[in-house]
């Protein structure tokens, strides 16, 4: 087995909480990781977006999380889409906020509508601008990406040339991958048809009963009384050598089912040998 962790397990931001509050949550709680999500919902309407936060604030996140060995990351914007516009201005205002708050990876959702080499083409300009800027890329699968369109897609980027790749890996989306319609209800499954190629830098954890995109709190919906598939996750993720943050990507009702689902999730972690969580501090 490969060396597995550390693990920091961290929280993120929400159109529905006031803009920073998920934040001080995390300060506040121990966490030792967190994202930052700059999106107005799809009504376009509703949360906020990196050009709401000034210098001043930007000075403060980055302190504040450095105070508190918290490591940064940002989910770039859902209406950034390469496939759409590879030069869209808020591609390059969200690559320059994470650096100015001192994250290390921006995440991007995977597109393979138009297949697996068309997104590589479309793609470059992200991977310079991430590149260049120190931050590791993530890919994240969406319910419409399974793990043969993440093997064509890392294959595909592999074989170009003239950009930076190294950069650049997968972010798993546990609730995304239990909603795919070849795994549905396994996202086990879905990891198992990862190629060893495919490398994982990024966690995103949910959960979901197979219906729809709940974004549940963990061990508040299937795994509530029964832990073996995140147990089953954590094996596959300890066999690939899995170093990085794990987002819990809610903001629910209580905000202590975060601090809740960290414990539990802290102690599944302690029974792999060698792990080290990095949270709680």
């Known amino acids: 087995m490969k060396k597995f962790g550390p693990i920091r397990i961290g929280n993120q931001t929400s159109f529905a909480a006031a803009t920073l509050d998920p934040f001080e949550f995390a300060l506040a709680n121990g966490f030792g990781a967190f994202e930052f999500f700059p999106d107005r919902g799809f009504r376009g309407c509703e949360g906020w977006d990196e050009r709401d936060l000034n210098n001043e604030t930007r000075r403060y996140i980055r302190q504040a999380a450095s105070a508190k060995g918290i490591q940064l990351s940002v989910h770039a914007?859902?209406?950034?889409?390469?496939?759409?516009?590879?030069?869209?201005?808020?591609?390059?205002?969200?690559?320059?906020?994470?650096?100015e708050i001192g994250a290390n990876l921006v995440n991007l959702h995977l597109d393979l509508s138009q297949g697996a080499e068309r997104f590589v083409e479309a793609l470059k300009r992200a991977l310079w601008l991430t590149a260049e800027a120190g931050l590791k890329l993530a890919l994240e699968n969406t319910v419409f990406t399974g793990p043969d369109g993440f093997n064509r897609f890392f294959a595909a980027l592999h074989q170009g040339g003239g950009f930076p790749v190294a950069h650049?890996?997968?972010?798993?989306?546990?609730?995304?991958?239990?909603?795919?319609?070849?795994?549905?209800?396994?996202?086990?499954r879905f990891l198992d048809g990862l190629s060893g190629h495919v490398p994982i830098i990024h966690l995103h954890l949910?959960?979901?009963?197979?219906?729809?995109?709940?974004?549940?709190?963990?061990?508040?919906?299937?795994?509530?009384?029964?832990?073996?598939?995140?147990?089953?996750?954590?094996?596959?993720?300890?066999?690939?050598?899995?170093?990085?943050?794990?987002?819990?990507?809610?903001?629910?009702?209580?905000?202590?089912?975060?601090?809740?689902?960290?414990?539990r999730l802290c102690g599944l972690l302690e029974t792999q040998p060698g792990i080290l969580p990095l949270s709680p501090s």
Do not use: K
């Open 77 to 99: 914007p859902l209406e950034i889409n390469p496939l759409r516009d590879a030069e869209d201005g808020r591609l390059y205002s969200t690559v320059a906020f994470a650096a």
């Open 168 to 188: 650049a890996g997968m972010c798993f989306d546990l609730g995304h991958a239990n909603l795919h319609e070849a795994t549905r209800n396994d996202y086990c």
């Open 206 to 263: 949910h959960e979901n009963f197979g219906d729809r995109d709940s974004h549940l709190t963990l061990f508040t919906g299937p795994s509530r009384d029964n832990t073996a598939g995140l147990e089953g996750v954590i094996d596959r993720l300890a066999r690939r050598g899995f170093a990085g943050c794990a987002i819990l990507e809610q903001w629910p009702w209580p905000a202590s089912l975060l601090v809740d689902a960290r414990n």
